[in-house]
């Protein structure tokens, strides 16, 4: 690639913030970067931990060990991702992680034709067996699998999920960018499809509402509606959290609503 | 009488009347404690520490009421003609202050006095009249029953225009524990503060100017003044003046935090019919300022037969949303019909919004109130105003009818201390809940504005946590000073670094020489004095909370989060926010405190 994938640049921000926001709206826990010893990482957001390797090139496995200890005794699951996946929706995130019902420790995406570890659902009381694997040399997901409970979903079941098949129907979600061709033809794709609010005198420039554009950052969906993003302003995320963060990822189907930053009164 | 003792800004003294007879003592206020609490809401708090007897009964004749003003009044400090009035409430039972604004301000205070204080009671129907030459009572029993407007108007005919008048309104009369007293229009609104006054039997207060007061520094409070008023006009006021605070109401729908149906949602289908995006179009007429505001904050509609009516935000959602309401019409009517009568709009809605609750849930008999039905919301504003049939119970308010009404009906009673909430909903303002929780005056956006942390983006506003009570603190403490001084809170975007900017335009006004860290000190005073006025009416932790409802029934916002305040997550605000006081578990401060920050005075 020329650059480590995870400060790929995206839409004015970089690969790795976008798969940490995006997973950091998904679920209601922290969110863990598992990053290669004094591996140089882009700027993240200070709600972002960062852990690092115990070894380096030790695979999959040995990343997921180190996340999963970390969160161990904060969560009973996570979702693992991989940092070249930009097409991530939240919708996949959540439709992944709410398949891990009681009697699983591994929800394991089929798509393409291929298992998807990386974009995948674990309980953090595999942390002992994982470790084990790794001493063991035992380096691949597919040991793992072999000494779990593992539900697979295939396309099908995936798409099972309403929100899933309305925005990602073809499960781009799991698409990964292994060559230079790859992220140059993610990136050439268009933004994702939004949705735009304006209110109080935001809204009084004379702007049909709601507005529809594209855009795959608040930037750039502030830019789009002709929003200067200054400290008189803020966005509210699909009604949730209140954000100035320009880097702040968007996904196809999301609600911004702009709002003065001196509501109240 | 121009006061050479004071500092600039100030008379050095509190006119003390009994309206009893109309008599009237000086009480001198020291420079110290002119500088320890500043004027308004802290030298009222100061003022019923020493006046008030301990455990009074709000509407008793010793009961004192307060109108305090301030240094800054009188200047050329954009926003600075405000008064506050003080008293103990007869909705919570503990100390209430209320903020009013315009030619009251400035008419009052050159009448060489930094507050006037009422006592007693008049043997009939009265207005006290207070100028320099000292107190008289007149008869008012040809304005007894009159809106609060009408009073005002009529008085001021019969006493010519120099004089300006506050008065109340028929609620006021009937004591209703949430009567307003009202000064050209606009509202001391919470607390009930119109029934202290209707309980001593004065119709109004009627001031009139006849000395003059000078800063410290004239060209430096010319110059700040300049330099205030063209930031007024920024960005940071944009909503004010665009569309006032109506413009909350739709925003406030989209990211879940509009109360409605008596808290039981937080987005209300008929939000976009209230909107102030649109009906400032159908139904704006004029836009005006109180006295010495560039801002010009009051967004006048035309409701229907052209009624103008004043709207803000909490008008709209307490009679619109609250009770199921989106016909713009009757919310403007009803808003309308409260000016009149002189009730406080969040605590009527709020009280009627619980009482529908009660008739759907068959614990009141009362068929034809229900949710979104305007007639009724009228009809129950008519009854309350006169303490007629559904109307007298209403009247004292959630906390009490609920106590009468029994059963379950204090789980939904949207109040905290007796104070019935305000427009925003806790479960997904995480740290206005705490606000609300733990603010002096009861449930409360004024004197707490927690809500700007949670809409900054800073931390997560549907979980709660210990970062939310330092916000909390900030946002009370800088309410403390801006009351105080007084200004007004739509300024308090234009201040990047508020206590010493603050600083330096009170210290150009009186002569201090104030730092930022005094002023923060201030703050911490004002704010602790309060809350022992409160502990020696018998407040206690417990009155430091949430009812039941926000506790136990879940919202959930358009991402579909859950947003739960649980018992323990408030438990564990509440602590954090004790501790960032400095105060014990049991919220009271200790005898360091009192004696670092002065207050022992006021415990002895």
């Not at chain 2, 009013?100 to 009939?124: E, M, W, Y």
């Not at chain 2, 016909?327 to 406080?344: F, H, I, M, N, Y």
């Not at chain 2, 206005?432 to 002096?440: C, D, E, I, K």
């Not at chain 2, 939310?468 to 603190?473: K, Q, S």
Request: aromatic residues 6%; contains cysteine.
């Amino acid at each position: 690639m020329g650059t480590p994938k995870a400060a790929l640049e995206w839409h004015g921000s970089t690969l790795l913030r976008r798969i940490c926001g995006l997973v950091e709206r998904s679920v209601d826990g922290p969110v863990v970067v598992v990053r290669a010893a004094g591996q140089a990482l882009p700027e993240l957001p200070a709600s972002i931990e960062v852990v690092e390797d115990a070894r380096e090139g030790r695979g999959p496995l040995q990343g997921l060990a180190a996340g999963l200890a970390a969160l161990s005794g904060r969560a009973r699951a996570v979702y693992v991702s991989s940092t070249d996946v930009p097409l991530l929706h939240p919708a996949f995130v959540r439709r992944v992680v709410g398949a891990l019902t009681g009697e699983v420790d591994v929800v394991l995406p089929l798509a393409g034709g291929f298992p998807h570890p990386l974009s995948a659902a674990y309980r953090t009381s595999l942390l002992a067996l994982v470790e084990r694997l790794v001493a063991a040399d035992r380096l691949r997901p597919a040991f793992l699998f072999e000494e779990c409970r593992v539900t697979r979903l295939d396309e099908a079941a995936l798409l099972a999920d309403p929100a899933l098949a309305g925005f990602d129907p073809a499960l781009d979600s799991v698409l990964n960018l292994n060559e230079p061709g790859d992220y140059e033809a993610a990136r050439a794709r268009p933004s994702p499809e939004v949705t735009v609010q304006l209110f109080g005198p935001l809204r009084r420039a004379g702007k049909r509402l709601p507005l529809a554009l594209r855009a795959a950052t608040l930037a750039e969906a502030a830019e789009a509606a002709g929003i200067v993003l200054d400290e008189h302003v803020v966005a509210a995320l699909n009604g949730d959290q209140i954000t100035r963060d320009p880097d702040l990822p968007l996904a196809t189907g999301d609600t911004i609503a702009f709002l003065a930053a001196d509501a109240g009164g | 009488m121009e006061g050479t003792l004071a500092p600039g800004g100030y008379f050095g003294r509190a006119l003390v009347v009994d309206v009893a007879d109309g008599s009237a003592d000086v009480l001198p206020l020291p420079e110290d404690v002119l500088r320890a609490y500043i004027g308004g809401v802290g030298l009222g708090t100061w003022l019923m520490h020493h006046l008030a007897p301990p455990g009074v009964d709000p509407l008793a004749p010793e009961a004192p009421l307060a109108f305090v003003f301030s240094p800054l009044v009188g200047t050329p400090l954009t926003t600075s003609a405000k008064f506050a009035v003080v008293a103990k409430s007869p909705l919570t039972g503990m100390l209430n202050d209320a903020l009013a604004s315009s030619h009251f301000a400035i008419a009052g205070k050159l009448t060489g006095n930094d507050a006037i204080v009422v006592h007693g009671q008049c043997p009939r129907p009265s207005a006290l009249l207070v100028d320099s030459d000292g107190a008289r009572l007149e008869d008012a029993d040809d304005l007894w029953g009159l809106p609060a407007a009408e009073a005002e108007e009529r008085l001021r005919e019969r006493l010519g225009k120099g004089w300006r008048i506050a008065a109340i309104g028929p609620a006021g009369e009937q004591l209703v524990r949430y009567a307003t007293i009202s000064h050209d229009g606009r509202h001391a609104g919470r607390g009930g503060l119109g029934a202290v006054l209707g309980a001593k039997g004065l119709k109004a207060v009627a001031v009139r100017a006849g000395t003059k007061v000078a800063p410290a520094d004239p060209p430096a409070v010319l110059a700040a003044a300049r330099d205030l008023r063209a930031r007024s006009f920024g960005p940071a006021t944009a909503k004010y003046r665009e569309l006032g605070t109506l413009a909350n109401l739709l925003a406030f729908n989209a990211i879940g935090t509009l109360p409605t149906r008596n808290f039981q949602a937080a987005t209300f289908e008929g939000a976009p019919q209230l909107a102030a995006e649109d009906l400032a179009e159908l139904k704006g007429v004029a836009r005006n300022s109180c006295a010495s505001c560039s801002i010009g904050c009051e967004h006048i509609y035309a409701g229907a037969g052209g009624k103008k009516v004043r709207v803000e935000y909490e008008n709209v959602f307490a009679l619109g949303p609250l009770c199921g309401i989106s016909d713009p019409d009757a919310v403007l009517a009803a808003s309308g019909r409260c000016d009149e009568l002189g009730l406080d709009t969040i605590s009527a809605g709020g009280t009627i919004a619980w009482a529908m609750e009660c008739v759907e849930r068959g614990l009141i008999e009362a068929p034809w109130l229900r949710f979104g039905d305007a007639d009724a919301l009228l009809r129950a504003l008519e009854e309350i105003g006169a303490r007629e049939g559904l109307g007298d119970l209403l009247a004292e308010g959630s906390r009490r009818a609920a106590e009468l009404v029994g059963g379950d009906a204090g789980e939904f009673a949207a109040q905290v201390k007796g104070l019935e909430l305000p427009g925003y909903e806790p479960r997904t303002l995480q740290a206005m809940a705490l606000g609300l929780a733990v603010n002096t005056r009861g449930a409360d956006h004024n004197r707490s504005g927690a809500y700007e942390a949670d809409l900054s983006g800073a931390h997560d506003r549907l979980n709660g946590g210990a970062s939310h009570a330092l916000a909390a603190v900030v946002t009370e403490d800088r309410a403390a000073v801006m009351d105080s001084m007084i200004l007004c809170k739509f300024l308090r975007g234009i201040f990047e670094e508020p206590f010493p900017e603050w600083a330096r335009l009170l210290s150009s006004v009186t002569g201090w020489d104030l730092t930022g860290e005094e002023l923060a000190q201030t703050a911490r005073r004002i704010v602790l004095a309060k809350r022992l006025y409160n502990l020696r009416e018998g407040w206690s932790r417990a009155d430091d909370w949430l009812p039941e409802r926000f506790l136990s029934e879940p919202l959930e916002v358009a991402s579909g989060r859950a947003a739960a305040l649980t018992a323990e997550r408030l438990t564990t605000m509440i602590d954090s926010y004790y501790e960032a006081r400095d105060l014990d578990p049991e919220g009271v401060p200790d005898a360091a405190q009192l004696t670092d920050l002065r207050l022992d005075s006021l415990v002895t």
